[in-house]
T-cell receptor, first 118, second 113 residues
Framework: GAVVSQHPSRVICKSGTSVKIECRSL??????MFWYRQFPKQSLMLMAT?????????EQGVEKDKFLINHASLTLSTLTVTSAHPEDSSFYIC??????????????FGPGTRLTVL | EDQVTQSPEALRLQEGESSSLNCSYT??????LFWYRQDPGKGPEFLFT???AGEEKEKERLKATLTKKESFLHITAPKPEDSATYLC??????????????FGKGTLLTVNP
């Protein structure tokens, strides 16, 4: 159980375009989803926390107008990188938290999306 | 501010050579400490959650322990398939209902046959 998927797994785009990444919890309902960014040989840095049906909470230094997050249902959250630039190239990973059960505070991670902006 | 420091940054072992990875943390009230395994180009895979000092958990060749200041991930008789980056993360009580994690930079483990 506790499977999280991401789509696409890899995307290459031109500078100035927007890219949407989907994160789905496949076998549980996730009231909270998290978006992370990971640069090479660095750890995961939390970008934002999204709760179903409400606005996302962004970490300090993360531009909310550039990284649009929508958590419209209990199984789907999307991250849209608007007007992407080469410095946005990174590995984007989502995670989801199950609100109940013995693992209520654990996060289950998706496989990640490699974004390359040319 | 919550902080997590992992050491060493990289560790190279021979197959069968046991060792330990360290995770030192500073947090305003620990809700939980998590260990994950991450393979190249993949998302983290959950290993353990520890909640209080003195707690220990085991899974195959891995054993995680927790004190008030640090956690250790002991690897007994490792195999090449144990090669990965091992990440430690803490969750603070002050996070409220956010349950957000603060990660360390990880330890890259390489096990040679």
């Amino acid at each position: 159980g506790a499977v999280v998927s991401q789509h696409p797994s890899r995307v290459i785009c031109k500078s100035g375009t927007s890219v949407k990444i989907e994160c789905r919890s496949l076998d549980f309902q996730a009231t909270t989803m998290f978006w992370y960014r990971q640069f090479p040989k660095q750890s995961l840095m939390l970008m934002a926390t999204s709760n179903e049906g409400s606005k996302a909470t962004y970490e300090q230094g993360v531009e909310k107008d550039k990284f649009l997050i929508n958590h419209a249902s209990l199984t789907l959250s999307t991250l849209t990188v608007t007007s992407a630039h080469p410095e946005d190239s990174s590995f984007y990973i989502c995670s989801a938290r199950s609100p109940s059960g013995v693992s209520y505070n654990e996060q289950f991670f998706g496989p990640g999306t490699r974004l390359t902006v040319l | 501010e919550d902080q997590v420091t992992q050491s060493p940054e990289a560790l190279r072992l021979q197959e069968g050579e046991s060792s330990s990875l360290n995770c030192s943390y500073t947090v305003s009230g620990l809700r939980g400490l998590f260990w994950y395994r991450q393979d190249p180009g993949k998302g983290p895979e959950f290993l353990f959650t520890l909640y209080s000092a003195g707690e220990e958990k085991e899974k195959e060749r891995l054993k995680a322990t927790l004190t008030k200041k640090e956690s250790f991930l002991h690897i007994t008789a490792p195999k090449p398939e144990d090669s990965a980056t091992y990440l430690c993360a803490v969750q603070a009580r002050s996070g409220g209902s956010n349950y957000k994690l603060t990660f360390g930079k990880g330890t890259l483990l390489t096990v040679n046959p």
